[in-house]
């Protein structure tokens, strides 16, 4: 996902979808659209009111049909990835949001000048099956990714990462689709990566990096003892067992951690908080850097239990924690007249 807008603030309500508007759209999509979507069901730590629409494009012609219909119509938009770092609020989305994972994925390879695997990566395939495909060949480079629960396009966005690496150490180029309509592949050398974020050049006179899309990326990776590789990644997995919460709904850490000093989950669990719950949402008494959603949470009990959490460790520590998450959508649902 390209936004990395993070912000308590709710968003200005911006429209719905008109009638005509929603047939276009199948149209344009050839029925690879939903309405009324709640988007919980887009997300791992699962709440979230409906948005309007959830496309579906399966190729590049079909998003870029649908990216320029949706400037032409100035219908707002969101990208979604594996929604494993996004929280919708209650009230949903309106405008279109973009589903890569259903149908635009797949990874081809080949080698680099230099004789080194390179992989292409569409923005909708599973990071895992990125990991997966790398360590099954014995090339390396990628296992730091095991167990993060994204999509390609939304790891690069956010600049995924663990404690070994991130994403931006085996990128090549990012390719974008740019609201100009044209497709744009930018070298790892021109795009600002820092910790858990990513900014685009200035492409066209457009400057704003929520303006495209990533659609692919390219990957060079090299060549290892493929038996190392399965022992590296065995372990990986087990130390982030050990570490965080599985099998719950979550959106992983839910904040940043601070540039210096201890790290988020640290400071939480130093103020008492794990255990601590509103509503059905509650911080995992295992690693209290991550939110889960207990029993049928809303968006609202998450939020205010972050603002919780924000506000015992500032507290304590004056020390100010930012989302890590993406936050999104209206707190309260507005009806369609249409
Ligand atoms: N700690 C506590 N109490 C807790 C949790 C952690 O005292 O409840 C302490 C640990 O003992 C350790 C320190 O805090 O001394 C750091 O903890 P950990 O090793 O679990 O790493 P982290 O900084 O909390 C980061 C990333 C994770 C990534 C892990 C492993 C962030 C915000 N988190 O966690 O990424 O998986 O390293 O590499 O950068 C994510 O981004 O969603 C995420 C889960």
Request: net charge positive.
């Amino acid at each position: 996902m390209m936004s990395c807008a993070v912000s308590y603030d709710e968003p200005t309500v911006a429209r719905c979808l008109n009638t005509d508007e929603e047939n276009e759209l199948r149209s344009l999509l050839d029925d690879r659209v939903q309405f009324d979507v709640p988007m919980r069901r887009y997300t791992t730590l699962a709440v979230g009111g409906p948005a309007d629409a959830v496309a579906m494009p399966h190729n590049i012609e079909a998003l870029g049909k649908l990216f320029a219909w949706i400037q032409e119509r100035k219908i707002p938009w969101l990208v979604v990835g594996a929604g494993s770092n996004l929280l919708v609020r209650d009230g949903g989305i309106r405008g279109v949001v973009i589903a890569l994972t259903p149908y635009f994925k797949g990874i081809t390879a080949s080698e680099d000048d230099a004789g080194r695997p390179k992989l292409v990566a569409k923005a909708g395939t599973r990071l895992q099956s990125l990991c997966r495909y790398t360590i099954d060949r014995g090339w390396g480079d990628m296992t730091f990714a095991l167990g993060i629960p994204a999509s390609v396009g939304g790891a690069l966005a956010m600049n995924a990462g663990a404690a070994q690496s991130c994403m931006a150490n085996v990128l090549g180029t990012i390719t974008v689709l740019w609201p100009t309509g044209q497709v744009r592949r930018i070298h790892r050398r021109d795009i600002d990566f820092g910790y858990r974020r990513m900014c685009l050049p200035a492409i066209d006179g457009v400057s704003d990096s929520q303006s495209g899309i990533i659609v692919e990326g390219t990957f060079h990776l090299k060549r290892v003892d493929s038996q190392l590789l399965v022992k590296k990644g065995i372990e990986i997995k087990k130390d982030r067992k050990l570490r965080q919460p599985t099998g719950v709904s979550s959106a992983g850490c839910f904040f940043k951690n601070p540039v210096t000093g201890p790290s988020a989950g640290e400071l939480i669990d130093k103020a008492g908080l794990k255990g601590k719950q509103v509503g059905g949402a509650i911080i995992s008494p295992h690693h209290a850097n991550f939110i889960i959603n207990r029993k049928n949470a809303r968006a609202a009990d998450v939020l205010a239990l972050a603002k919780c959490v924000q506000a015992r460790v500032a507290d304590h520590f004056g020390v100010r924690l930012e989302p890590e998450v993406v936050i999104a959508g209206d707190s309260h649902y507005a009806p369609k007249s249409v």
